[in-house]
């Protein structure tokens, strides 16, 4: 099994521009989570889905952020207009079921200038 | 509400010495909890996990911990520091619904000295 795979691993872009960042979670989970870091904020969970539906997006920061799971092996967090302020890891994430930890991607590091 | 807090963001042990990074949770129902270990520019990965059963849980790389319910405690120990164990750890709780977030601390550094 490869993994959580989450491209790009680095990405550079001005402000203003929209940033589209992707997901591939493990086969048969059927849990997926997007997660953002940064050292003031930590580990910050910005939405959920549960069999590609979205359960809870109560994290998400404000309309700029949107995310998708069209279908069971593939998800996007889109922002749009980016800000210096949305600099972070983002992480994917995805599990299995309830009781089961989370595996989580090797992230995307998003620098906003 | 649930919540978990971790004593001390920077932990530093001499090489050979026992590790003990310290975590302590706030939940109302018995909860799910979690040790995740995150290396520099990698993802979290879980290190072990208790859901029920013996409260004293082996995970991976040598690394234990013991649910204490009476202490709402869940402290990650190690008789031996590596310095492969140098690395960012992460204490989580969540609850034994489906729809159950998991709650990470703010981490504790660990740093191995030769």
Known sequence: DAGVIQSPRHE???MGQEVTLRCKPISGHDYLFWYRQTMMR????????NNNVPIDDSGMPEDRFSAKMPNASFSTLKIQPSEPRDSAVYFCASRAGTGYGYTFGSGTRLTVV | AQSVTQLGSHVSVSEGALVLLRCNYSSSVPPYLF???QYPNQGLQLLLKYTTGATLVKGINGFEAEFKKSETSFHLTKPSAHMSDAAEYFC???GRTSY???I???GTSLSVIP
């Open chain 1, 12 to 14: 550079v872009t001005e």
């Open chain 1, 42 to 49: 930590g580990l910050e969970l910005l939405i959920y889905f």
């Open chain 2, 35 to 37: 040790w995740y270990v």
């Open chain 2, 92 to 94: 989580a709780v969540s």
């Open chain 2, 100 to 102: 159950d977030k998991v």
């Open chain 2, 104 to 106: 990470f601390g703010p």
